[in-house]
């Protein structure tokens, strides 16, 4: 008998999980020349694209800009509405950061209800006011500091960060080829490594423990987004059931090394 309710009690545990494709790295048509995709783009279809690749989670992720969070937000409400088919959308940015040699690309994601706040302090903390700079400059803005200390004001604030394209080539530099790969993976503030090509997760796996190793799409078009993905099981569909699924309990846990 007890064996039984032991057999249960597992069975609803795990009934509450659902396991979800999720694609957190990709921009929409905010900097035209940035965009690779048709420039008409609209958020709409950006929507129906995620969810036409079996996504169930997209963060909107442009380079130092939310601005366009919102759009996708509406068209994601307005398609599940009509159709009842929920896409769950994760605001956020891509913040590149240099640092003696090298640079970094960071995903910081936010919660939805407070995203525009973060995003805002963020800024603010390494001295850059968003709102003066021009569209077409997004990609280009760049925070010098150290990637850990840029991570780290991105937990503090309640997001999540993880390490953008870690293993892609710019000419002869790759991040996961530098110590700053080890320091910035071991700093604790970073949820996961994302990678471009699966062959490299045997190395990043040994080299940041702990840390969950991602694939994203990077998209810079409709037809890219989920071009690359992470199945990950949530225990519900929203930022926390995400940073739970990445093995970020709170705040602390994830500042705590
Ligand atoms: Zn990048
Ligand atoms: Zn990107």
Same mark, same amino acid.
């Given at each position: ?24 790295? !990709?921009?929409?048509?905010?900097? &035209? ?80 209800? !407070? ?63 530098? &110590? ?6 071991? !700093? ?9 090509? &699966? ?37 519900? &569909? ?20």
């Amino acid at each position: 008998m007890l064996v039984c309710c032991i057999a249960i009690s597992i069975a609803l545990e795990v009934s509450w999980l659902t396991s979800t494709q999720l694609d957190l790295h !990709s921009h929409s048509p905010l900097v &035209p020349a940035d965009y690779r995709g048709p420039q008409e783009t609209t958020a709409r279809q950006i929507v129906e694209s995620a969810l036409e690749a079996g996504l169930g989670l997209l963060a909107v992720t442009d380079h130092f800009s939310v601005d366009f969070v919102p759009h996708i937000e509406a068209a994601a409400r307005r398609h599940a509405a009509e159709s009842g088919v929920e896409l769950l959308v994760v605001p956020g940015a891509e913040i590149r950061v240099a640092w003696g040699e090298d640079e970094v690309h960071l995903i910081a994601l936010f919660p939805p209800e !407070s995203y525009r706040e973060c995003f805002d302090e963020l800024a603010r903390t390494f001295g850059i006011d968003h709102t003066a700079l021009l569209v077409e400059d997004l990609p280009r803005v760049t925070l010098r500091a150290h990637p850990s200390v840029v991570a780290r004001r991105i937990v503090e604030l309640g997001g999540l960060c993880h390490i953008a394209h870690a293993d892609r080539v710019f000419g002869s530099y790759r991040l996961l080829d530098r &110590p700053l790969f080890d320091r910035l993976a071991g !700093s604790g503030a970073v949820a996961a490594v994302e990678l471009v090509d &699966p062959a490299n997760r045997g190395e990043a796996a040994r080299r940041a423990p702990g840390v969950s190793i991602i694939a994203s799409s990077d998209a810079h078009s409709p037809s890219e987004i989920g071009r690359r993905r992470t199945t990950l099981l949530l225990d519900e &569909p929203s930022f926390a059931g995400l940073a739970r699924a990445l093995g970020v309990v709170d705040e602390e846990s994830a500042l705590a090394v």
